[in-house]
T-cell receptor, first 114, second 114 residues
Framework: AAGVIQSPRHLIKEKRETATLKCYPIPRHDTVYWYQQGPGQDPQFLISFYEKMQSDKGSIPDRFSAQQFSDYHSELNMSSLELGDSALYFC?????????????FGSGTRLTVV | AQTVTQSQPEMSVQEAETVTLSCTYDTSESDYYLFWYKQPPSRQMILVIRQEAYKQQNATENRFSVNFQKAAKSFSLKISDSQLGDTAMYFCAPPGGGADGLTFGKGTHLIIQP
């Protein structure tokens, strides 16, 4: 079965650079969530989209922005990168705004800021 | 906002033993889902089990079962006949309503000893 696809798997950027992370949800899933997991930390919710509209917002810095496109894939744009942005970034998807069957996570993008 | 408490940062048991991971949470929602996710060393987030809050019957998935006590807002995970492959971080997560993101607990690092 198709899963949530994230790209790239690994990314190395320098401070103050910009990064774009992509997420392709499971086919027919219309809701996408972004999470940030620092080393040894629990995942922190950043932002979610339902039917291409922002649905919920968590602890997402102002330097980050995201959107969901017409094909339901989503992109997380991160500007003015800081060393503290180094983390594993997960995308998850679900069907509808009521996640009856839970959220399916991608394998994550590991971002390293040097 | 949701709050989730996992009071056991780390647990270690012998293979084939039964282990219970605790989770308490706070929510103002009346109808919601609760989830346990597993994160092995690969860092992939894997759904272990889900519970619908309006159902009194505890969820079971093979060797995994929950003890859900809605009034006490307690949602523990029992793993029977533990296996080496169960070694992972386990996160408890009750979502909010709609397309809200998950709020994870700090996790319990479960180690299965041979």
């Amino acid at each position: 079965a198709a899963g949530v696809i994230q790209s790239p798997r690994h990314l190395i950027k320098e401070k103050r650079e910009t990064a774009t992370l992509k997420c392709y949800p499971i086919p027919r899933h219309d809701t996408v969530y972004w999470y940030q997991q620092g080393p040894g930390q629990d995942p922190q919710f950043l932002i979610s989209f339902y039917e291409k509209m922002q649905s919920d917002k968590g602890s997402i810095p102002d330097r980050f922005s995201a959107q969901q496109f017409s094909d339901y894939h989503s992109e997380l744009n991160m500007s003015s990168l800081e060393l503290g942005d180094s983390a594993l970034y997960f995308c998850a998807s679900s069907l509808g705004a009521a996640p009856n069957y839970g959220y399916t996570f991608g394998s994550g993008t590991r971002l390293t800021v040097v | 906002a949701q709050t989730v408490t996992q009071s056991q940062p780390e647990m270690s048991v012998q293979e084939a033993e039964t282990v219970t991971l605790s989770c308490t949470y706070d929510t103002s929602e009346s109808d919601y889902y609760l989830f346990w996710y597993k994160q092995p060393p690969s860092r992939q987030m894997i759904l272990v089990i889900r519970q619908e809050a309006y159902k009194q019957q505890n969820a079971t998935e093979n060797r995994f079962s929950v003890n859900f006590q809605k009034a006490a807002k307690s949602f523990s995970l029992k793993i029977s006949d533990s296996q080496l492959g169960d070694t992972a971080m386990y996160f408890c997560a009750p979502p909010g309503g709609g397309a809200d993101g998950l709020t994870f607990g700090k996790g319990t690092h479960l180690i299965i000893q041979p």
